[in-house]
């Protein structure tokens, strides 16, 4: 029978050690994608990642096929799929590189477990994050809850190994078994079609990583450290996607780091491997915290006062809040598939504090809408910005939407591109239109309250209110 090698978040040939293995063995090799929504704990994908997701298998089918080995697409319970294949092809060698999300982590221990029970060969690998949440401990044998100390441990030690080659052949499985289409697992929206942004601003797929990895190194990292913080300028990476589905490895971009590639110099360099650090960081609070996504991680947050505002929630996911800097973030999200980082954490900012509403609902929306998506990054960041979350930034202090946008869109060219009703307003009152005189507004095409809205709530109040809040979290504890 064959080795199945299961590819699950990580959807690439290069670097997979799962891969690799199988390709040296006697056996041939059958891989399979299998798209489980059903095993406990796993958290179903949301509408963007589940568009790229297609994407990404289509492209991984192909490479496959190159080397000479068919991809066979399965949907259901992990363990339940592999079992079926078992039966079906004789197969006595599983292979697979392993997960870090609580859901991933249960089905494949238990996988693992009835597989060898059996006299089978079940093997795990890793590749996807230079650490074992397992195994980093810090100095009092707990696991770390601040990311300084996390990264000083981290990138102090020896540097991530080498990635492993891609197979340059695979010896495929002929014989037959029951396949489903990718179209049909993983269906493209088509009324409405919602997905003309992401096609336009997004190449899924192992290519498109290496792509987009080179185009950064040069041109995009010598201005990193500086230009990472604002969101007109094509400053970051835009690998989040990609890192979010396997298509690229963080050994790989490290490697390319070490190469020197490109005209960066060492303190953009530096900088650029601490924020893949944060994506390591994230994943060993998930690891320690399966529930991240639903329970505060500082529990004195049980009993904040979230005020319910359905209406003001869906003025901030359809970036009509008001404040140009959030609304032309909000846009982007929905347009594209992905914020700008900073934009992410001032748009959070507004909805959890200003808004006052539930980290998790802002959260949810992400999950659904981000083809980053991704089970560790996303509620540790939201927890993050809220204030309920590990290494938060002090509470006090809060996000003016205004300064910010002045501050990191300093000409407007972020806000103008989405928040087009905006543009022929002069830069003095982009941010804050409702200061803007009735005869510019006039001039710039503008009526507050008809061609854009005026602010959902009043800063200053809403800081007040915020402040008050959570005083009176801190006085019940
Ligand atoms: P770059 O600046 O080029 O960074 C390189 C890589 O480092 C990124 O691709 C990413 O993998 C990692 N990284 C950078 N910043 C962070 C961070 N703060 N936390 C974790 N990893 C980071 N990122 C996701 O990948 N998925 C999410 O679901 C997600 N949700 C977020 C929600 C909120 C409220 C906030 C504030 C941030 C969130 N982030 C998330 C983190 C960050 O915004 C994105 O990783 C980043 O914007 C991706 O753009 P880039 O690839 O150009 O980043």
């Given amino acids: 029978g064959p080795t199945l090698v299961l590819f699950r978040n ?24 299998v798209l489980d929504e059903e095993s406990d704990g796993v958290r179903p994908r949301g509408g963007a990642s589940r568009w790229w997701l297609h994407h990404s298998v ?35 060698c599983v292979f697979w590189n392993r997960r870090y999300d609580p859901g991933g982590i249960a089905s494949d221990t238990a996988m693992k477990c009835s597989l060898r029970q059996r006299g089978l060969h079940a093997e795990s690998f890793e590749g996807h994050l230079l650490h074992e949440p397992s195994r980093l401990k810090n100095g009092s044998g707990s696991y770390y809850k601040v990311f300084t100390p996390f990264w000083k441990t981290l990138s102090s030690g020896p540097e991530p190994r080498d990635p ?43 290519h498109g990583a290496h792509e987009r990895l080179e185009a950064f ?25 990609h890192l979010a589905h396997g298509e690229i490895t963080p050994y790989q971009i490290f490697a390319a780091l070490r190469d020197g590639r490109g005209k960066a110099g060492s303190a953009d360099v530096a900088t650029f491997r601490k924020e893949v650090g944060w994506r390591e960081f994230c994943h060993h609070l998930l690891f320690h915290n399966p529930e991240l996504h639903r329970k505060n991680f500082q529990p004195s947050f049980d009993t904040f006062a979230w005020v319910s505002d359905d209406k003001a929630l869906r ?8 404040y140009p800097i959030v609304d032309a973030g909000m846009r982007e999200l929905w347009q594209t598939g992905a914020m700008h980082n900073r934009v992410r954490m001032i748009a959070a900012s507004l909805l959890t504090k200003h808004l006052l509403i539930d980290w998790r609902e802002g959260e949810r929306w992400f999950w659904d809408t ?11 960041n939201w927890q993050w910005v809220a204030g309920s ?89």
């Fill in 217 to 241: 190194l040069e041109d995009g990292l010598d201005d990193y450290g500086e230009g990472r913080d604002f969101p007109a300028r094509p400053a970051t990476s835009r690998l989040s996607p």
């Fill in 58 to 92: 289509a492209a991984l089918e192909k490479q496959l096929d190159r080397l000479g080995a068919r991809l066979a697409v399965r949907r259901g319970r992990m363990t339940e799929v592999v079992d079926d294949l078992i039966a079906e092809t004789g197969a006595s």
């Fill in 164 to 206: 492993v080659d891609a197979p340059s052949s695979l010896h495929g499985w002929e014989g037959k078994v029951d396949a489903l289409r990718i179209d049909d697992v993983l269906p493209l929206p088509t009324a409405p079609d919602w997905a003309g942004g992401l096609r336009e601003n997004w190449s899924p797929g192992e």
């Fill in 315 to 322: 003025r901030w996911q359809k970036g009509l809040t008001g």
């Fill in 389 to 477: 979350g590990a290494d938060a930034a002090p509470y006090f202090r809060i996000f003016n939407p205004v300064l910010q946008g002045e501050k990191f869109d300093p000409k407007g060219d972020y806000v103008r591109q989405f928040v087009p009703e905006l543009a022929k307003l002069p830069n003095r009152y982009l941010h804050k239109p409702w200061e803007a005189p009735k005869d510019v507004l006039a001039k710039a095409g503008m009526e507050l309250g008809k061609t854009y809205p005026p602010p959902v709530v009043d800063h200053g109040r809403a800081r007040d209110r915020a402040l008050a809040a959570y005083q009176a979290m801190k006085d019940e504890a």
């Fill in 10 to 33: 990580d959807l690439r040939i290069a670097d997979n050690a799962a891969l690799y293995h199988a390709a040296e063995a006697a056996s041939p090799v059958l891989p399979v994608f």
């Fill in 370 to 380: 981000l083809v980053d998506a991704d089970p560790a990054s996303n509620p540790a």
